[in-house]
């Protein structure tokens, strides 16, 4: 009877999505870097459905955010994407009920910028926020790459 009960609340979470993936936003598509050299040289930060990767070489990569669930809560010229990733435990494994909330927002000028980041445990309610000097807030001030990303502002480009 108890596994009967647990396959109809699985099913219930699948039908309210929460089996489906996680896929980011459109507007996430591309490479982001944070200058034109790193544009330029295929260096940057990609966002998919299974992890947020630093891209460093053709073939290389390194996961800085694993098992991202994207919630988009604005779109337009602010966009503003909440993303929920599972956090590591000891040992390559994963810490249950670990999990880091990071709130995106790209301003009108373009550029990609944590808003929000705290790191929270689900099991106990404890949430860890730091007020300044945040790693995640440096890594993730970032712009787009694409045709004429780096030259907005300059005279006669219009």
């Not at 009960?5 to 699985?10: H, P, S």
């Not at 073939?59 to 669930?69: K, M, N, S």
């Amino acid at each position: 009877m108890a596994s009967l009960r647990l396959a109809g609340t699985i099913a219930l979470a699948c039908l309210a999505g929460a089996c489906l993936d996680s896929r980011p936003p459109a507007e996430l598509d591309g490479l982001w870097s944070a200058g034109p050299a790193a544009c330029a040289a295929d260096i940057g930060v990609r966002f998919m459905a299974d992890e947020v990767a630093l891209k460093y070489a053709p073939d290389q990569a390194q996961v800085l955010l694993d098992d991202p669930d994207y919630d988009l809560e604005r779109r337009g010229e602010r966009l503003r994407v909440r993303i929920s990733y599972r956090l590591p435990g000891s040992g390559g494994a994963h810490a249950p009920g670990a999990r880091g909330i990071m709130v995106l927002e790209r301003d009108s000028d373009g550029w990609l910028r944590v808003e929000r980041h705290r790191l929270e445990d689900t099991r106990t309610g404890a949430a860890r926020v730091r007020l300044q000097d945040d790693p995640i807030a440096r890594a993730f001030r970032l712009r787009q790459c694409g045709p004429r990303a780096w030259i907005e502002g300059l005279r006669g480009t219009t």
